[in-house]
């Protein structure tokens, strides 16, 4: 049984930072590397980062500003967002990632299981 349960999102001003969290089931977290996706209004849902055993990646557009970390004792990943911007504004995603190295800043697979999302909204 997968579950993925996103949390930590909100409104913020341009500049501002957020914590996100997911949850995961042990279907995935500890089988598969783990990565964050977003979904911005009117595109696909792409991989912006991404964590492997030993190895840490991130999609141009959020590199230096995001960070991503994970807590293998409590299946949590974690993603922190620093200097947000406007275009950072989209519903995110965590979910396996099948593919190594990690395709950040391509579309995402069209995995059967999505969690619910948390919302971005980054405005003034």
């Not at 997968?2 to 500890?30: H, K, Y």
């Not at 990690?102 to 999302?117: K, L, M, N, R």
């Amino acid at each position: 049984q997968v579950q993925l349960v996103e949390s930590g999102g909100g409104s913020v001003q341009p500049g501002g930072s957020l914590r996100l969290s997911c949850a995961a089931s042990g279907s995935i977290f500890g089988i598969f590397p783990m990565g964050w996706y977003r979904q911005r209004p009117g595109k696909q849902r792409e991989l912006v980062a991404a964590i492997t055993s030993n190895h840490l990646y991130y999609a141009d557009a959020v590199k230096g500003r995001f960070t991503m970390s994970r807590d293998d004792a409590q299946s949590i990943v974690y993603l922190q967002m620093n200097s947000l911007k406007p275009e950072d504004t989209a519903v995110y995603y965590c979910n396996k990632v099948t593919t190594v190295p990690p395709p950040v800043g391509e579309p995402a697979p069209p995995y059967s299981y999505w969690g619910q999302g948390t919302q971005v909204t980054v405005s003034s």
